[in-house]
């Protein structure tokens, strides 16, 4: 089983329904209890100022060097509609894959995490 662990940086929520629908409905997708625990890490919301130490925290903890992290809805990967924000701004984090989408599609969330996952594998 694949653990996901969800980060929110300020989501509406409508990704959070969507990536939930999209772990319940896959065989090999399960929700990771802990950041410690998670193979792959979503990323959803535009990244206000004030989550920004807070997410870079977790970065530098949890994932940088441990498990790839996907940009799940377009707020996450450039701040839309608000017109900055997201990773876009925060160039020293690595993404591993871009699910763009005003929402994503569940079909396109299960391949964001096999193409985040293979492209992990692929590098080691």
């Not at 629908?21 to 319940?24: D, G, K, N, S, T």
């Given at each position: 089983m694949i653990a996901v662990y969800h980060l929110n940086a300020g989501s509406t929520g409508i990704e959070v329904r969507i990536l939930s629908?999209?772990?319940?409905s896959a065989r090999n997708l399960t929700w990771a209890a802990t950041p410690a625990h998670a193979d792959i890490f979503?990323?959803?919301g535009p990244i206000p100022l004030l989550l920004r130490p807070a997410l870079m925290n977790v970065w530098r903890d949890f994932i940088a060097d441990?498990?790839?992290l996907i940009a799940l809805g377009r707020a996450s990967i450039d701040?839309?509609?608000f017109g900055r924000g997201g990773l876009?701004?925060?160039p020293e984090i690595q993404v591993a894959a871009k699910i763009d989408g005003d929402p994503p599609t569940v079909a396109a969330i299960q391949a964001g995490i096999v193409q985040a996952l293979n492209a992990r594998t692929a590098k080691h």
């Open positions: 629908e999209a772990i319940r979503v990323l959803t441990r498990a790839p701040g839309h509609p876009a701004e925060l």
